[in-house]
């Protein structure tokens, strides 16, 4: 599955010439991925609140290509890539129209909320996420 999101650059999203300040790349992937799991029915809420455990970032590489500017429209894809017991790779790219400004491959590991240990993925989320 690769998931969709649309976002409008604006101008606290930028540095002094306009162009998107490059720690605001990972605040959007991170919306973006919030938005994929939503859409599969699995939000961040409901994995602590049913089963205890989290996603947290193990790993970020960033490929910048072209700025993005104050006012455009970027779009983001979300794929997930691949699904372990206790971890998830994910592929983002963002664009405008059909340039590509990043490339982003982000690493998930669960773990357990109450002492941060890792943990299995619940086995439900695992195979809605293969999907």
């Given amino acids: 599955m690769i998931h969709e999101y649309s976002l409008r650059v604006y101008y606290q999203d930028t540095d002094a010439g306009g162009i998107v300040y490059h720690a605001n790349y ?3 992937a991170e919306r973006a991925r919030s938005e994929a799991l939503r859409a ?17 970032v193990h790993r970020i590489n960033l490929h910048y290509q072209r700025p993005a500017r104050l006012d455009e429209v970027i779009r983001i894809t979300t794929e997930f890539r691949s699904i372990g017991g206790a971890s998830v790779t994910l592929l983002q790219h963002f664009w405008r129209d059909s340039d590509s400004l990043a490339v982003l491959e982000v690493a998930l590991g669960c773990v357990r909320v109450a002492d941060g240990k890792v943990a299995r993925m619940p086995v439900h989320w695992a195979q809605q996420l293969k999907y």
């Fill in 40 to 56: 599969m029915g699995l939000p961040h809420a409901k994995m602590v609140a049913e089963h205890g455990v989290m996603f947290v």
């Fill in 26 to 28: 990972l605040a959007f």
